[in-house]
T-cell receptor, first 113, second 114 residues
Framework: DAKTTQPNSMESNEEEPVHLPCNHS???????IHWYRQLPSQGPEYVIH???SNVNNRMASLAIAEDRKSSTLILHRATLRDAAVYYC??????????????FGTGTRLTIIP | ETGVTQSPTHLIKTRGQQVTLRCSSQ?????VSWYQQALGQGPQFIFQ???????GRGNFPPRFSGLQFPNYSSELNVNALELDDSALYLC?????????????FGPGTRLLVL
């Protein structure tokens, strides 16, 4: 399974931007980069995904390096509700089905009031 | 709110028993995936159903089995429960059209095996 590497934990102050890094040096040309987050006592929640270009949505921005070996999830103004475990996942396209999310241990984000 | 529901929310069983967990997908979704999440770990892929057929399986033994029904609901069955089966079980529904897809997760069923 395609591998991602994330810091175990990060802290950020409320109302400040947060940059969550992810390394995926073995990414191949058709792999999508997905981010999910899991709030306490809830199922994972989709945040954003991209292939090559930077992406923005109402929740976050995704900045993808030119060589695609790393990416950064950007929360523009963190709130207490953004405290969660953030997972960076590669979606590997397959001709044989069995496409799935392969979760690592993620980054636990703590927001300081 | 993803529109994916799971039942029951909590369950206690004893070792050796059998359990059935249920999931109701979003309307129109043709794919359901099941994950097991042990305490402090990320979710681990169990298997996936696409249009009512198993379409991929993770590293789980055959005593983990499932079904997907035409009405978008799904079941996860676990036979001969072991203590290590205690975990949060998550289902996720999605619409597979080729290319990438977004999975929508339910709140999970927390299973405790004594």
């Amino acid at each position: 399974d395609a591998k991602t590497t994330q810091p175990n934990s990060m802290e950020s102050n409320e109302e400040e931007p947060v940059h969550l890094p992810c390394n995926h040096s073995t990414i191949s040309g058709t792999d999508y980069i997905h981010w999910y987050r899991q709030l306490p006592s809830q199922g994972p929640e989709y945040v954003i995904h991209g292939l090559t270009s930077n992406v923005n949505n109402r929740m976050a921005s995704l900045a993808i390096a030119e060589d695609r070996k790393s990416s950064t999830l950007i929360l523009h103004r963190a709130t207490l509700r953004d405290a969660a475990v953030y997972y960076c996942i590669l979606w590997v396209i397959s001709n044989f089905g069995n496409e799935k999310l392969t979760f690592g241990t993620g980054t636990r984000l703590t927001i300081i009031p | 709110e993803t529109g994916v529901t799971q039942s029951p929310t909590h369950l206690i069983k004893t070792r050796g028993q059998q359990v059935t967990l249920r999931c109701s997908s979003q309307s129109g979704h043709n794919t359901v995936s099941w994950y097991q999440q042990a305490l402090g770990q990320g979710p681990q892929f169990i298997f996936q159903y696409y249009r009512e057929e198993e379409n991929g399986r993770g590293n789980f033994p055959p005593r983990f089995s499932g079904l997907q029904f035409p009405n978008y609901s799904s079941e996860l069955n676990v036979n001969a429960l072991e203590l290590d089966d205690s975990a949060l079980y998550l289902c996720a529904s999605s619409l597979r059209l080729g290319g990438t897809e977004t999975q929508y997760f339910g709140p999970g069923t927390r299973l405790l095996v004594l």
